[in-house]
C-alpha cells in the first residue's frame, strides 16, 4: 500500500476528529465530567468477576464457614452494580448536555458559513445535496461521541485492566488475552479504514446527490408538472438511485465480511483462554473460583471486544458521514470582510469605479479593464446590452458579490472593500427581475429588509408599492404564508411584494432588474408605478432588458464586453446613426409591431 493512499484515508480521521475535540475543548469541565463518570461506572464492571470467583470459592468450601464470605461477596457485587448504575445515570445526563451543545454549535456555523459563501458556491451547489451534508454530519457527531466516550473509553479501561488483573494472578493469561485483544483490534481497525471506509465515502457521495436529485426535482414540480414530465423524472431519479444502491450495497457487503473476520478472531482468542484455564485447574493452580474469576472476566472482555468492533465500524461511519460537512466548515468565504472593515453610512449615494479590472474565476480574459465611471448622487441610471455584456456584474460589483482584481469602487468616496458586507448591503436596496420570497408570511417577507418595522409601517410600505389592496383580500391577510419561494402569488404580486420590502427598507441606492418584464398590462402598470415613487430621492441603477423601461432615465449607459460603448439620454442615443442602443430599440420595436400584427 502506497503512502499517498495511507494519508489519503487518515486525513479524514484526522480532520474530523480534530474539529470534534476542538469544539469538545468548548466544554472542557463538561467532557471531563463525562469522562470520570464512565471510568467510574467500567471500575464497577472491572471488579465484577473478581467478587464472582470469590462467590464461587465460598460456596464451593464448607457451608457453615463459607456464608459469611459470600454473603461479602455478594454485597460488594451488589454495590458495584449499584455504583455502576449510578455512574451511567449521571453520565448519560451530561453526554445529552454536552451532545446537544456542540450539535447546535456546528448546525449554527455551518448555516453562518453557508450564508456568507460566494454567489459562484451556491449557483454551483444544490441545495438539497448541502442541507443533506449538514444534517447527516449532525447525526453522525452525536453518533462519534458516543462511540468515543460511551464504547471505546469504556472498552479500553475494561480491556487493560482485566488483563492486568489476569496478568497479576496468571501472567501467561494476561498474556494470552492482551494478544489476543490486540490482534483484534487490529484486524478490526485495518479491515474498517483500508477496506469498508472508501467504499463508505463513495456511498456517502451517491447519498448526497440523491438528496440533491430528490431537492432539485421537487422544487422545480410546476416544471415537471407543465411538460408532463412526472415518468421521465422518476426515471432520471431511478439512475441515481441504481448507483447509490450499488454503492451502498458494496459498503453493506465489506462490513459484513469485516465482521464475519472479527468473529473468527475472537472464536481463537476463546478458545485459548478457556483452554489454558483447563490446563491451570488441571495442574492445580486454579480453584472452581478461579475458573469462574476466568471465565467470568472473559466473558466481560469478550463482549468488550465483540462490541469494539461494531464501535470502530460507527466510528469510521460516523467520521465518513461527517467529513463533507467538516471540508465545507474549512472552505474560505469566497469574499471575506477584511481585517478592520467598519460599518459604511451611505449620506449621498455616489458610486464611483475607479480603474477597475475584474475577471471571472477560470476566465483567462478579465470583463472589465481599468474601468472608470460614477453614477451622480440622486442619479437614475438605466444598463443597457447584450447578454454577457457586463450589466449584472455591474451591480454584482456594486454590491461586493465579487472582489475587483484591480482598481477600487467607492460610495461617497469610501473604498466598499473597506466596509462590513452587511452595512454595505443594507444601503442597498434590490427587486429583482424574478423576486425570491421566503415561505414565511407577507408581513415578514415585506419587512426582512427592516426586521423591527411595525405592522403600520409594513402596511404603508405595501400601499406605496399597490400591494396592500391584494394582500386584504387574502384569507389571513399579511399573516397569509407564499409558499416555498412565493408559489402561491402570481408573479405581479410577487414583484409587488419585493417593491413594499424595498420601500419598507428604505436605502439610499436602489438596484432594479427590470421589474415589470413578463407581467400582464394590469400588473405592469401598478408596478410601474411603484417603481417611479420607489426611485424619487435615490441613486437608482436599472438592468433593462426592455428598452422602454429606461426612456425616462437621467442616463442610459450602453454595455458592449465590458466597457460602456455608449451613454446619454433615451432621446439623444436615438440620434446617433448606426449606435448599439439604436439598433437595439429598433429591433425591440420591429419585434413588438409584429407581435401586435399577428
Not at 417 to 433: D, E, G, H, N
Not at 578 to 592: D, H, N, P, T
Request: some cysteine; hydrophobic content about 45%; proline content about 3%.
Amino acid at each position: 500500500m502506497s503512502l499517498s493512499s495511507q494519508t489519503e484515508r487518515q486525513e479524514p480521521f484526522r480532520a474530523v476528529l480534530g474539529f470534534t475535540f476542538s469544539h469538545w475543548g468548548r466544554q472542557r469541565w463538561r467532557v471531563a465530567g463525562v469522562v470520570f463518570t464512565v471510568m467510574a461506572a467500567t471500575a464497577a464492571d472491572l471488579f465484577m468477576p473478581l467478587y464472582a470467583g470469590r462467590l464461587v470459592d465460598a460456596v464451593a468450601g464448607e457451608r457453615s464457614r463459607g456464608l459469611d464470605a459470600a454473603l461479602a461477596a455478594l454485597a460488594m457485587m451488589i454495590a458495584l452494580g449499584a455504583g455502576t448504575v449510578f455512574f451511567r445515570h449521571l453520565t448519560f445526563i451530561g453526554l445529552t448536555e454536552m451532545t446537544l451543545r456542540t450539535m447546535s454549535d456546528v448546525a449554527r456555523e455551518a448555516f453562518a458559513r453557508l450564508q456568507r459563501f460566494s454567489t459562484d458556491w451556491h449557483a454551483n451547489n444544490f441545495a438539497g445535496s448541502t442541507v443533506r451534508k449538514i444534517t447527516r454530519g449532525m447525526c453522525a457527531l452525536d453518533l462519534l461521541t458516543d462511540t468515543i466516550l460511551i464504547a471505546l473509553l469504556p472498552s479500553l479501561v475494561v480491556l487493560a485492566g482485566t488483563t492486568a488483573l489476569l496478568a497479576w494472578h496468571w501472567p501467561a493469561m494476561g498474556a494470552v488475552v492482551l494478544a489476543g485483544a490486540v490482534i483484534y483490534c487490529a484486524v478490526t481497525v485495518a479491515l474498517s479504514l483500508g477496506y469498508v471506509a472508501p467504499a463508505a465515502r463513495l456511498a456517502n457521495s451517491w447519498d448526497t446527490r440523491l438528496g440533491g436529485a430528490l431537492a432539485d426535482a421537487i422544487s422545480c414540480n410546476p416544471v415537471v408538472k407543465a411538460y408532463g414530465a412526472e415518468t421521465r423524472e422518476d426515471a432520471r431519479l431511478s439512475g441515481v438511485l441504481v448507483k447509490w444502491a450499488e454503492r451502498t450495497r458494496r459498503t453493506w457487503v465489506r462490513g459484513t465480511f469485516s465482521g464475519t473476520a472479527q468473529q473468527l478472531v475472537l472464536l481463537g482468542l476463546r478458545a485459548s483462554v478457556i483452554g489454558l484455564v483447563i490446563w491451570l485447574w488441571a495442574h492445580g493452580q486454579a480453584s472452581p473460583g478461579d475458573v469462574a474469576f476466568v471465565l467470568t472476566s472473559y466473558a466481560v472482555v469478550h463482549g468488550y471486544l465483540r462490541d469494539v468492533g461494531q464501535h470502530v465500524h460507527n466510528l469510521q461511519r460516523s467520521v465518513n458521514d461527517m467529513e463533507e460537512m467538516v471540508a465545507m466548515h474549512a472552505l474560505p468565504f469566497g469574499v471575506p470582510d477584511r481585517a478592520g472593515a467598519s460599518p459604511m453610512e451611505v449620506t449621498a449615494g455616489e458610486i464611483a469605479f475607479e480603474r477597475v479590472t475584474f475577471h471571472y474565476g477560470g476566465h483567462v480574459e478579465p470583463l472589465y479593464r481599468d474601468f472608470s465611471l460614477t453614477i451622480g448622487a440622486g442619479e437614475k441610471v438605466g444598463l443597457v446590452g447584450r447578454s454577457g455584456s457586463g450589466k449584472t456584474t455591474f451591480v454584482k460589483l456594486v454590491q461586493r458579490l465579487y472582489d475587483v482584481t484591480g482598481g477600487r469602487i467607492a460610495i461617497d468616496g469610501r473604498d466598499i472593500a473597506a466596509a462590513t458586507q452587511a452595512s454595505l448591503r443594507a444601503q442597498i436596496a434590490i427587486v429583482q427581475q424574478e423576486p425570491v420570497l421566503f415561505h414565511r408570511s407577507l408581513a415578514e417577507n415585506i419587512a426582512y429588509g427592516r426586521p423591527g418595522a411595525s405592522q403600520a409601517q409594513i402596511e404603508q410600505a405595501a400601499q406605496l408599492a399597490n400591494a396592500h389592496d391584494f394582500i386584504m383580500r387574502l384569507p389571513k391577510g399579511y399573516a397569509t404564508l407564499v409558499g416555498e419561494r412565493g408559489v402561491k402569488l402570481s408573479g405581479g404580486e410577487r414583484q409587488r411584494v419585493a417593491l413594499a420590502r424595498a420601500f419598507l427598507a428604505d436605502a439610499p441606492i436602489l438596484i432594479l432588474d427590470e421589474a415589470t418584464s413578463s407581467l400582464d398590462s394590469e400588473s405592469e402598470a401598478l408596478i410601474q408605478q411603484a417603481v417611479e415613487r420607489l426611485m424619487e430621492g435615490r441613486t437608482t441603477i436599472v438592468i433593462a432588458h426592455r428598452l422602454s423601461t429606461v426612456r425616462a432615465m437621467d442616463r442610459i449607459l450602453v454595455f458592449d464586453r465590458g466597457k460602456v460603448v455608449e451613454q446619454g439620454t433615451h432621446e439623444a442615443l436615438l440620434g446617433h446613426d448606426g449606435g448599439i442602443y439604436r439598433a437595439l430599440f429598433e429591433k425591440q420595436v420591429s419585434e413588438l409591431a409584429k407581435g401586435l400584427a399577428a
